[in-house]
């Protein structure tokens, strides 16, 4: 049998790709877009998002700066996950906010804010599994919560993101 006569198991969308001016806006911005962050996203301190910061770095990038699908697949094998191709796509589709193919810091603190999301994380519905596949849009809380269990990230890093989710989860009610 001919290679070319084998279909792939898998068929993924291509995702779009960054514009250059958001390459260069990516790198040219780390005080503007943190005070943009501190705004909206309920006043993180600075020290929590220098928190978030090491958390990011943590992961695989391109040579934009940002978490790519084979930064994502490279960072969860790193961290001894077995996922799929097609689970990690679909994870990084809800992770991209901005739909340019890419999570950048921006996507990835709006990401890890996220009430909502931070509550399927943490508290899933009764009858869904904590597993990917049933509940999209929470990767990124399970490699943070891997990082943290393995103390992967600074410690004060860690006592910055786990003071910071403690009091999320204090004033998320019923």
Do not use: W
């Not at 503007?32 to 943590?58: I, T, V």
């Not at 809380?141 to 410690?155: H, V």
């Amino acid at each position: 049998m001919a290679v070319s006569e084998i279909k792939p198991k898998l068929k993924l969308n291509p995702l779009t790709k960054v514009p250059i001016s958001h390459n260069k806006r990516d790198r040219d911005l780390p005080g503007s877009l943190q005070c943009q962050l501190q705004h909206k996203e309920k006043k993180l301190s600075a020290s929590q998002m220098a928190a978030f910061q090491d958390a990011y770095n943590f992961f695989y990038k391109d040579k934009t700066g940002c978490i790519d699908f084979h930064g994502l697949m490279c960072t969860v094998a790193k961290l001894g996950m077995n996922l799929t191709k097609h689970d990690v796509y679909n994870e990084l589709k809800c992770a991209d906010i901005d739909r340019d193919g890419k999570v950048n810091f921006s996507d990835f603190i709006k990401v890890l804010t996220d009430k909502n999301l931070f509550l399927k994380a943490v508290v899933p519905e009764k009858e869904t599994c904590l597993d990917l596949a049933g509940n999209p849009g929470i990767l990124l809380f399970e490699i943070l919560s891997r990082l943290l269990e393995t103390s992967a990230l600074p410690r004060k890093s860690i006592i910055e993101i786990v003071s910071y989710f403690q009091r999320k989860f204090q004033h998320t009610g019923p």
